[in-house]
């Protein structure tokens, strides 16, 4: 699944720093869902909500939440 994102953003003209860090981030919400028993391609918004909140609980900055968010959204 990763690696057909990985090529999606690389097609659509993603440096490869970029492509890096979405594609990290986006392993990291997949570890995550995982370890609650959630399918990340199922995920809703109360997953997310879930997934700030622990963000918060690791103290992650609001940069770095809206961050993550963002990648989220590809």
Partial sequence: MIKDFETWLHNRGYRLNTVNSITGEVSRFIQWSNSEGIAAEKANYN??????????????????????????KH
């Fill in 47 to 72: 997953d997310l909500f879930h997934y700030i909140k622990h963000g918060q609980s690791q103290s992650n900055s609001k940069n770095t939440t809206n961050q993550k968010l963002t990648v989220l």
